[in-house]
């Protein structure tokens, strides 16, 4: 192919600004894929099973979403108008961007965090507020309550938060809350499953709380995309009218409904994840390898200098780690996603030989 020709049209501002897209990555079927957070084994074989029983006019209507909502809402004990589907925890994150920030607009986060808060924001022309985890991987819940004081549009919280993998206790999301009134406080539930901390009951109490959860974790829907966001209903009322008519496929509805009825799949899988952690944080203590406790399915290492090596000797070996030396300005900081307890004792095999 030739050269790109110099657009002539122009492009909006904010994108202008913003940096080369670097696309996502490709060709990690068949890996260890240690690198997404993904579920490492597949979706429950009911999931499957549900899809091959999708008919030739299931596929060619739009796709339907009262009853998968009522469903859904139903599995995570909320009502139908508290729920919106959406493509994705990130098309849901995106939405708030749509409905709630205007350009210039602030928006708070505590860094390292999920990059796409930020994606968002640039895309969106919105002013950010960064704040910084300690050295010890801390929430600065103190410095985000004064931030509040400037009412920022939106705080986004991940909890556990990616990549450090830490919480924020339920004690200070109260008091985050009650100091946020105007702020729309997205607490992303994305590794529930993992972590058993959670704020979804708050969404009558506090009309200001948004919460995400996804199917591409735990439930191994990654490549079906399929995120929901609950919320008090007034602000799901205004998500849904920004919202496009057909965000999801009626093939993520099928899926889903399917793993909310195979609930044991998903307990299963998270009990071999939480034993796979603790082997392998035995595992880098017996290396005096540094890593930070974690209530997610990774794990933030500290490999320091022998990083890159580490990692390139691992995907030679078709073991895929996720570098995050850009959260931290230095090298060394690797999330692993953790797998099966075989996964990681292929995995540790292969650090061991590595160190
Ligand atoms: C904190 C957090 N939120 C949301 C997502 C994206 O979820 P989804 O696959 O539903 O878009 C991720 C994925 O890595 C994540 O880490």
Same mark, same amino acid.
């Given at each position: 192919m030739r050269g790109a020709a110099k657009l002539a049209v122009p492009v909006r501002r904010t994108l202008e600004r913003m940096g080369a897209y670097h696309g996502t990555i490709e060709g990690r079927a068949g890996k260890l894929r240690l690198d997404f957070n993904e579920n490492t084994v597949g979706c429950s074989p009911a999931v499957r099973a549900a899809l091959a029983r999708m008919t030739r006019q299931d596929v060619a209507m739009y796709p339907e979403y009262q009853a998968a909502t009522r469903r859904l809402a139903q599995f995570f004990g909320v009502r139908p108008a508290e729920l919106l589907l959406t493509n994705g925890v990130d098309e849901g994150l995106r939405l708030v961007f749509d409905a709630f920030v205007d350009p210039g607009s602030r928006v708070l986060l505590a860094e390292p965090t999920f990059v796409m808060y930020r994606f968002y924001a640039a895309l969106a022309g919105a002013k950010v507020t960064a704040l910084r985890y300690d050295g010890a991987m801390r929430f600065p819940v103190e410095k985000v309550l004064d931030a509040l004081g400037r009412r920022p549009r939106v705080l986004f919280i991940?909890?556990?938060?990616? *990549?450090?993998?830490?919480l924020v206790g339920k004690s200070a999301l109260g008091r985050i809350l009650k100091a946020a009134p105007r702020t729309l406080v997205v607490?992303?539930?994305?590794?529930f499953e993992f972590s058993g901390l959670t704020v979804l009951p708050w969404i009558r109490r506090h009309a200001n709380l948004v919460v995400t959860r996804t199917f591409?974790?735990?439930?191994?829907?990654a490549g079906l995309r399929l995120g929901c966001v609950i919320a008090h209903r007034a602000v799901i009322d205004v998500l849904r009218k920004a919202c496009? *008519?057909?965000?999801?496929?009626t093939a993520a509805l099928v899926a889903a409904e399917a793993a909310t009825r195979d609930v044991r799949y998903i307990r299963n899988y998270v009990r071999e994840i939480r034993d796979g952690r603790r082997e392998l944080e035995q595992a880098l203590m017996r290396l005096a390898i540094p890593f930070f406790p974690s209530a997610a399915n990774f794990l933030l290492v500290d490999f320091g200098s022998h990083a890159p090596r580490l990692l390139a000797n691992l995907a030679r070996q078709g073991i895929l780690l996720r570098d995050r030396r850009s959260d931290f300005n230095r090298v060394g900081y690797v999330r692993i996603t953790l797998g099966t307890r075989a996964q990681t004792r292929r995995l540790i095999g292969a650090i061991e030989k590595s160190w």
């Amino acid at each position: 192919m030739r050269g790109a020709a110099k657009l002539a049209v122009p492009v909006r501002r904010t994108l202008e600004r913003m940096g080369a897209y670097h696309g996502t990555i490709e060709g990690r079927a068949g890996k260890l894929r240690l690198d997404f957070n993904e579920n490492t084994v597949g979706c429950s074989p009911a999931v499957r099973a549900a899809l091959a029983r999708m008919t030739r006019q299931d596929v060619a209507m739009y796709p339907e979403y009262q009853a998968a909502t009522r469903r859904l809402a139903q599995f995570f004990g909320v009502r139908p108008a508290e729920l919106l589907l959406t493509n994705g925890v990130d098309e849901g994150l995106r939405l708030v961007f749509d409905a709630f920030v205007d350009p210039g607009s602030r928006v708070l986060l505590a860094e390292p965090t999920f990059v796409m808060y930020r994606f968002y924001a640039a895309l969106a022309g919105a002013k950010v507020t960064a704040l910084r985890y300690d050295g010890a991987m801390r929430f600065p819940v103190e410095k985000v309550l004064d931030a509040l004081g400037r009412r920022p549009r939106v705080l986004f919280i991940a909890n556990p938060n990616n *990549p450090t993998g830490t919480l924020v206790g339920k004690s200070a999301l109260g008091r985050i809350l009650k100091a946020a009134p105007r702020t729309l406080v997205v607490v992303d539930e994305a590794y529930f499953e993992f972590s058993g901390l959670t704020v979804l009951p708050w969404i009558r109490r506090h009309a200001n709380l948004v919460v995400t959860r996804t199917f591409s974790k735990a439930a191994g829907l990654a490549g079906l995309r399929l995120g929901c966001v609950i919320a008090h209903r007034a602000v799901i009322d205004v998500l849904r009218k920004a919202c496009s *008519p057909f965000p999801v496929n009626t093939a993520a509805l099928v899926a889903a409904e399917a793993a909310t009825r195979d609930v044991r799949y998903i307990r299963n899988y998270v009990r071999e994840i939480r034993d796979g952690r603790r082997e392998l944080e035995q595992a880098l203590m017996r290396l005096a390898i540094p890593f930070f406790p974690s209530a997610a399915n990774f794990l933030l290492v500290d490999f320091g200098s022998h990083a890159p090596r580490l990692l390139a000797n691992l995907a030679r070996q078709g073991i895929l780690l996720r570098d995050r030396r850009s959260d931290f300005n230095r090298v060394g900081y690797v999330r692993i996603t953790l797998g099966t307890r075989a996964q990681t004792r292929r995995l540790i095999g292969a650090i061991e030989k590595s160190w």
